[in-house]
């Protein structure tokens, strides 16, 4: 009798535990599962994908919806004008400056960091369309060149002489100096010129206004009037101080090591890929204004890139003479950045900066991106001289 009471009980309670396991699994079916469970951790999110190439509408559209309404400088930037521009590239490899975007302004220097540091896509934002233009020129001749010899004779409009004419890759020199005794030549331009212009209408998709017709006719008839003699002009001034497209390629970095994106094979090839994928993008934009950099900034952190490098040259300078800076900080502020971005500046003065070189008239400087913005918010920068002295990374003298 007892037995059969404990194997009763026993039977009630195996009842029970079943009734509590099918209510159980009744209320975990019912119970909204947590966003983003304990322990999932970052990986529940997926990263976007990065796009590795562009569309020419995809291209076209991001320049013309990206840019603002041009604005003024008053110089012709055909070329830079910063002898330093080399002296910073070890210290980049040093901090891990590689891959994710770029950002820039300006003309040619910017080929130079992208080929140093390979960025997956780079951004280059300027204040004045003509810049922008000047850009598409550049793409254009890229687009149609499969070497530097044949870059630099469609960007000078200079054929090349049938019995000397330099191997695809010879070194930069004797290249160099097959391209500083050809004479340009009229019809090449005109073709070229012509050329030029139905690639970047047709194969870029990108429409030139009459007023983009002259840029690019001034810009690439500049080009063909100075050659390799070609330098930044002030007010439509040559101005004999600043240095010449020759001198930029051939300018050394710090151990004597030539270091232009058109003194290797290499470089040029990965900037040339870059373009043709669509992936150099240039806009018409003010550092400090409404538009432009917020939405590079949002593109990036849709598409899932972090700022590697921002190539301001000396454009702050200018900001706080137009009451400007505290606007590009905030513009700085809505970027993708981490611990390892960088800015590179090249700092010019008044007064001689105490990490300048011999032999360069500024200096090329590096400053983490976070360190900007946690000075900036507290108030260290009461001018430029302060912004340029103030926790920077200066080249390592060899």
Do not use: C
């Amino acid at each position: 009798m007892k037995a059969r009471k404990q194997e009763r009980s026993l039977a009630l309670l195996a009842i029970i535990a079943a009734v509590w396991v099918i209510a159980g699994g009744v209320y975990a079916r019912q119970e909204p599962k947590p966003a983003n469970p304990a322990g999932a951790g970052v990986s529940a999110v997926k990263t976007p994908d990065k796009p590795e190439s562009l569309t020419a509408t995809e291209f076209s559209r991001l320049i013309r919806e990206l840019s603002e309404s041009g604005g003024y400088f008053r110089s012709d930037n055909f070329t830079s004008n910063e002898t330093a521009y080399l002296t910073v590239v070890d210290t980049l490899r040093q901090l891990g400056a590689s891959g994710g975007a770029y950002l820039g302004v300006g003309p040619e220097q910017n080929f130079s960091y992208i080929a140093k540091i390979r960025p997956q896509i780079a951004f280059i934002v300027d204040i004045r369309r003509q810049a922008i233009i000047q850009h598409l020129m550049y793409k254009a001749v890229f687009h149609l060149s499969p070497d530097r010899v044949q870059f630099l004779s469609r960007l000078f409009s200079r054929p090349l002489p049938k019995d000397k004419a330099p191997k695809p890759n010879a070194p930069i020199q004797e290249i160099i100096a097959v391209f500083s005794q050809a004479a340009a030549d009229e019809k090449a331009y005109m073709a070229n010129l012509a050329t030029i212009r139905k690639v970047i209408e047709d194969e870029f998709q990108f429409p030139l206004s009459p007023d983009d017709l002259k840029s690019l006719e001034y810009v690439y008839r500049s080009f063909r009037q100075d050659g390799l003699d070609i330098a930044y002009r002030m007010e439509d001034s040559r101005g004999g101080y600043f240095p010449t497209l020759k001198d930029l390629i051939l300018q050394p970095d710090l151990h004597g090591k030539l270091g232009n994106f058109l003194a290797s094979p290499d470089d040029y090839e990965f900037v040339r890929n870059l373009h043709r994928k669509n992936l150099i993008i240039p806009v018409v934009g003010d550092f400090g204004g409404n538009k432009a950099l917020k939405a590079v900034g949002d593109y990036l952190r849709k598409n899932g890139f972090t700022v590697t490098a921002f190539y301001t040259s000396n454009v702050e300078q200018y900001l706080f003479q137009y009451d400007s800076f505290a606007a590009f900080a905030n513009n700085v502020r809505t970027l993708p950045i981490s611990e390892r971005s960088l800015f590179i500046r090249s700092a010019t003065g008044r007064y001689p900066h105490p990490a300048r070189l011999p032999g360069h008239r500024a200096s090329t400087l590096l400053q983490k991106m976070t360190v900007f913005l946690k000075d900036f918010d507290e108030g260290t920068y009461k001018g430029y001289n302060e912004l340029i002295s103030t926790n920077f990374i200066a080249p390592e003298k060899p």
